[in-house]
């Protein structure tokens, strides 16, 4: 199960993609993995840019799977997942 | 462990891969891959070139194809050997070949058929066994995959592909279990479609276009992981699956395919007993030069003999023999053909009659045709008479069996017209946008649209290109620049092969014609096959069509071949410029260059050909060899053994013969060595290849007791004309059909003229320009009679009447129709030319609106007798007979003159001007200068023209910038414009665009009777006179 979220964070990263951190509703979320990655394709004839998506565990007050997703140069918390 | 992909498309898998095949090569390179697949659909069009680029860059080629299977489902084959390719080859034949007008098909009867030598991969989610597991129904997929293992046993794989996506591949683990249920190894592919991911956009577009439908309208599961993954990638993803990981390597260190190219292959030819092909051709070949000669000299029996042995030590006599039998077939059906190119420097294919330019008396060298050294197949291209060489095709299938022979396929590819329609259409823009955005586009790649946006004049100022919003549409058109869309049969290109073809070449059948290979004429030539390039001629018709209308008409017999070639009459027309409709003489450019050689001689045609070209105008040989042919500058040669190479052109470099003379006499090098010399220099080399050539040529000049200075600046010229010099046996054997045209158009007008005009399209001109041409030489032009005219332009006491199958909308059936039923009789009237044909309405309106039924009554009074009687054959069919066969037939009216509605139908419906020009009453304005009288003003004189565009040209310039020339008539003659780069600024939007122009500018004279005229003004036409 998962829920749709899709609100802005602010990500740390250390590397291109290595994310450490990110905050979300003003609470830091420590990565503890990155575990999976892909790309979905988008709406380019609109001018939409492709997506990249990275599945992560990250530590708040438990630790808990995260999809994030990064667009052109933006980062969004895309689902929560049980 | 190193993962190799094994199911990669390229842009061979004609709009559903979005890579060239250098960019995933690049790509695998940059990865360090030791071995790379291709596997197109249905296709090996790219695999040879794949395969060679493959192993220059030090990559293991694997070929393949990914076939469609009954059922739609996909398979993916790899060769692992010759035997696999050849089995290859002729699997994707049968499936092209049993299914003409749909999808290629192969059975599961093929794959038994051509199964050795192949590895069966299951193919994407596509695949018969993927499908039905997908499905649900193991049952059936047990079944299949007994028959798939009953084919290729331990060669046949289940393909295991994962696209990285939120929802993984749901059936991998199930397609995984079954295939270890079943025994039957895994493999990990990719499915590759593009080398990076981003492409995956161009992929999109291309099936878009391939599925004519919207891009946002795509059917199937997206995604943009078909990229080719690194290995560590790859070993990631399949980390769960090390076994079909390590397969990838299993699979390519099997495939092992060493395709043995360019050696020669072509058919033994059939020999009568006791004969060798060789002691066969040299018996033809010394009987047909006692026909040619007499005597025959020590020194011609000499060369002879040496192009015999070279031909015999290269391995080509049956070919020669094979070419010979065809020219003499149709030769002896009258079927006019000769051969062209460089062939034509050879004594053999003189004494054969395959040429019939004299390689002696022209001084063509056969060392330029071939040599032991030329690493290519020699190359004997055939010119025929349109009309027939399907009569000559016809015979070559006959006697060497379809099976081996077929056409030489040729790939067509995206141009920036093309990619901005298809494109444009696929994202669903707006007509009206697309129309704007080709609109001025001349002929331009697709990747170089938004530069020329920048600097073209007619594109630079259209807003289009730089609507923020078409930014990306234009960058997605150039990223499908040169991406083939279908292949179709080159224009003359026959395959011969020394068996069954389809072992060597997959054949497929194009969209229109006879089969072709799907390799183009490049491949074929690396695969070492001999083409033969029988190529339609439409001049050769035309001297045909012209010589039996002379017997008809003067009761004359014309033997061409046989014409005086120094008729005074008939070089004073060439000088004039008066060469439209000529064969090779009727370009402004080569117009021109007549005014400015001013030529008296064969050899003048000769020279004139070969000057008329690119490279040598770039670099400016004609300004050299000029001044010397009319004695204004000193002939001299900077060594006295020059002169026997370079006299006949004035101590000018003008052949490609001559640069092998030259290298021969100079350097001391034999011909074969100069031949490859002139190549070298023909092609980009490096500058130590350059310092080298330099050496070897100025060492071997030393040893001829040259200087080394003299050896230098000889090297340099050498080096600054080799690439542009013309191959001399070619423009002789152009110059030859030129005199014939030039001859028969001067001594026959009329004759001449009907057979141009009976043969479009050809050449450079409209029928109407070619009408006014034809009137200016003095011909009279009829209109359509009904009871006069033909399917053809025809000859009528000197005059040229026009032809009913010039009328537009004319259908083969109408022509037939009424031909047949004249036989019976002429036209009485209207009403019984309907009565006894079956012509259709819009057709017989037509007619009246030309004028063919003149001899009845006016057009109008005809007009309405038409719809009454129509409407009558119309009841009469329903019953009402009688109303046809007893109405009365109209008394015949006088011949009414046209009026203007009647001339606007003649252009319209005949493309000829017939009564008057539309710009009659326009060039009368005392302030416009007609086109006839441009010769006979001076230079610098002032003018202005007006009149319609036959044709816009762009060659290419020695320093790059573009100068457009116009091709104008006005009916009392043509003009030649140039229009250089700052009048194109100010004019960008008439260029290009405008059918009628209003040309300002000057009188220019290159030569004493070479007149253009220099632009510093071009308008629309309807822009100037509203004003």
């Avoid at chain 1, 602010?10 to 790309?39: G, N, P």
């Avoid at chain 2, 090996?44 to 694997?62: E, S």
């Avoid at chain 2, 000049?701 to 010099?725: C, H």
């Amino acid at each position: 199960m998962s829920k749709l979220i899709n609100e802005p964070i602010t990500v740390h990263l250390i590397k291109d993609l290595q994310i450490t951190a990110f905050i979300w509703r003003k609470r830091l979320y420590r990565v503890t993995e990155a575990f999976d990655w892909w790309r979905e394709p988008s709406e380019w004839w609109e001018g939409d840019a492709i997506p990249l998506f990275i599945r992560v565990n990250a530590k708040n007050a438990s630790i808990g799977t995260y999809e994030l997703c990064k667009l052109d140069d933006k980062w969004f918390l895309s689902r929560v997942l049980d | 462990m190193s993962f190799v992909h094994l199911h990669v498309h390229s842009q061979y898998s004609f709009l559903d891969g979005a890579s060239s095949i250098d960019k995933l090569l690049q790509k695998a390179v940059v990865l360090d891959m030791p071995a790379l697949a291709i596997t197109d659909h249905n296709r090996l069009t790219g695999a040879i070139r794949f395969y060679v680029k493959a192993k220059a860059l030090g990559i293991k080629p694997i070929v393949g194809a990914e076939i469609d299977l009954e059922g739609g489902y996909h398979l993916t084959l790899l060769c692992k050997n010759v035997e696999g390719y050849s089995n290859l080859c002729q699997l994707l034949t049968k499936a092209h070949l049993s299914n003409r007008n749909s999808k290629p098909r192969a059975t599961k009867e093929m794959l038994q058929e051509h199964n050795k030598g192949l590895i069966a991969l299951s193919g994407c989610a596509k695949g018969e066994i993927p499908t039905l597991i997908s499905k649900g129904d193991t049952k059936k997929a047990h079944i299949v995959a007994s028959e798939y293992k009953d084919i290729f046993g331990s060669d046949f794989h289940i393909e295991l592909i994962r696209y990285r996506s939120r929802e993984w591949n749901p059936i991998l683990h199930t397609l995984s279990s079954f295939a270890s249920e079943e025994g039957i190894p895994t493999v990990a592919t990719n499915n590759v479609h593009y080398a990076e991911y981003e492409d995956y956009k161009v992929k999109e577009l291309l099936n878009a276009i391939q599925q004519n439908t919207p891009v946002y309208n795509l059917r199937g599961n997206r995604t943009a992981d078909q990229y080719l993954k690194p290995s560590k990638e790859m070993e990631r993803l399949f980390r769960d699956f090390k076994h079909a990981l390590r397969a990838t390597e299993e699979i390519a260190a099997k495939c092992n395919l060493e395709l043995e190219l360019n050696k020669p292959r072509f058919p033994k030819f059939q020999l009568p007993t006791n004969e060798t092909d060789f002691s066969y051709l040299s018996k033809l070949a010394n009987s047909g030069l006692f026909k040619k000669y007499n005597p025959v000299s020590t020194q011609i029996t000499k060369r002879l003999g040496y192009e015999l042995e070279t031909i015999k030590k290269l391995g080509f006599c049956s070919y020669f023999l094979a070419v010979w039998d065809i020219v003499r077939w149709a030769q002896k059906r009258n079927i006019r053909c000769q051969a062209r190119g460089s062939a034509v420097d050879s004594l053999v294919v003189y004494a054969l009659d395959i040429s019939n330019v004299d390689p002696i008396e022209y001084n063509l060298l056969f060392e330029r045709f071939m040599h032991p050294l030329r690493k290519e197949p020699p190359d004997i291209d055939i010119d025929i008479d349109r009309r027939r060489r399907d009569e000559v095709r016809d015979y070559i299938y006959e006697k060497y069996g379809s099976e081996n022979v077929a056409c030489v396929g040729t790939i067509n590819t995206y141009m920036a017209r093309g990619a901005i329609r298809d494109a444009g259409k696929a994202l669903g823009l707006p007509q009206a946008v697309i129309e704007e955005s080709v609109k001025g586009i001349h002929w331009l790649s697709a990747s170089k649209l938004m530069d020329a946006a920048d600097k073209l004049p007619e594109l630079k100022n259209n807003p289009i290109y730089r609507q923020s919003e078409l930014k990306q549409f234009f960058a997605l058109c150039a990223s499908i620049d040169r991406f083939p869309k279908h292949m179709s049969v080159h224009l003359g290109g026959l395959l011969i092969g020394d068996g069954k073809l389809s072992k060597l070449v997959p054949l497929e059948w194009p969209s229109g014609g006879d089969i072709i290979s799907q390799y183009d004429k490049d491949d074929i030539e690396r695969l070492g096959i001999v083409k033969l390039d029988l190529l339609s001629l439409p001049t050769l018709t035309v001297i045909e069509d012209t010589i039996k209308s002379i017997k008809r008409g003067h009761g004359i017999d014309v033997d061409i071949d046989r014409i005086p070639r120094d008729d005074p009459e008939v070089f004073a027309m060439l000088r004039d410029g008066k060469t439209l409709g000529t064969f090779q003489l009727e370009s402004p450019a080569q117009r021109e260059m007549a005014g400015r050689l001013l030529p008296d001689s064969f050899e003048d045609i000769i020279a004139s050909i070969s000057l008329v070209r690119p490279g040598p105008l770039k670099s400016n040989m004609d300004k050299l060899y000029l001044p010397r042919r009319h004695g204004t500058r000193s002939v001299a040669y900077l060594h006295p053994s020059l002169k026997n190479a370079l006299e006949e052109t004035l101590g000018v470099i003008l052949y490609q013969e001559q640069v092998l003379k030259v290298a021969h006499d100079l350097a001391g090098m034999t011909y074969a060595q100069a031949d490859g010399f002139r190549r070298a220099m023909t092609h980009d080399r490096t500058k130590e290849e350059m310092e080298n050539m330099r050496g070897s040529f100025i060492e071997g000049a030393l040893k001829n007791k040259v200087s080394k200075s003299i050896a230098s600046e000889v090297f340099e010229q050498l080096s600054a004309f080799a690439a542009y010099g013309f191959c001399k046996a070619h423009a002789a054997a152009y110059a030859n059909v030129s005199y014939q045209t030039l001859w028969l158009k001067y001594h026959y007008p009329a004759e001449f003229f009907a057979a141009v005009l009976s043969n479009q399209p050809m050449g450079y001109y409209p029928p109407r320009v070619l009408v006014a041409e034809a009137k200016r030489s003095g011909v009279t032009i009829l209109p359509p009679d009904i009871n006069r005219s033909f399917d053809f332009f025809s000859v009528e006491n000197g005059a040229i009447r026009i032809s009913l199958a010039q009328i537009k909308g004319m259908s083969e059936g109408a022509l037939i129709s009424i031909q047949a039923t004249k036989k019976n009789g002429d036209f009485t009237s209207l009403r019984d030319f309907m009565s006894r044909t079956e012509v259709s309405r819009p057709i017989t309106e037509n007619l009246i609106r030309v004028g063919a039924f003149d001899r009845f009554g006016s057009r109008n009074h005809l007009l309405m007798q038409f719809s009454d009687i129509f409407t009558n054959k119309q009841r009469s069919m329903k019953g009402a007979k009688q109303l046809l066969e007893h109405d009365e037939p109209e008394a015949n009216s006088p011949f009414e003159q046209p009026n203007a509605e009647a001339r606007i139908a003649e252009r319209d419906l005949l493309s000829i001007d017939l009564s008057s020009h539309p710009l009659d009453h326009y060039i009368n304005d005392r302030d416009i200068t007609q086109m006839k009288d441009l010769p006979s003003l001076k230079i610098g004189a002032k003018i202005k023209l007006v009149g319609g565009v036959i044709r816009y040209q762009t060659p290419p310039t020695r320093n790059g910038n573009r100068v457009v020339y116009i091709i104008m008539e006005d009916g009392t003659g043509i003009a030649d414009v140039t229009v250089f780069n700052n009048v194109q600024e100010a004019c960008g939007e008439v260029l290009f665009r405008e059918p009628w122009l209003v040309v300002t500018g000057k009188i220019q004279k290159r030569g004493p009777k070479a007149t253009s005229v220099i632009a510093e003004s071009v308008r629309g036409f309807g822009q100037h006179f509203h004003k």
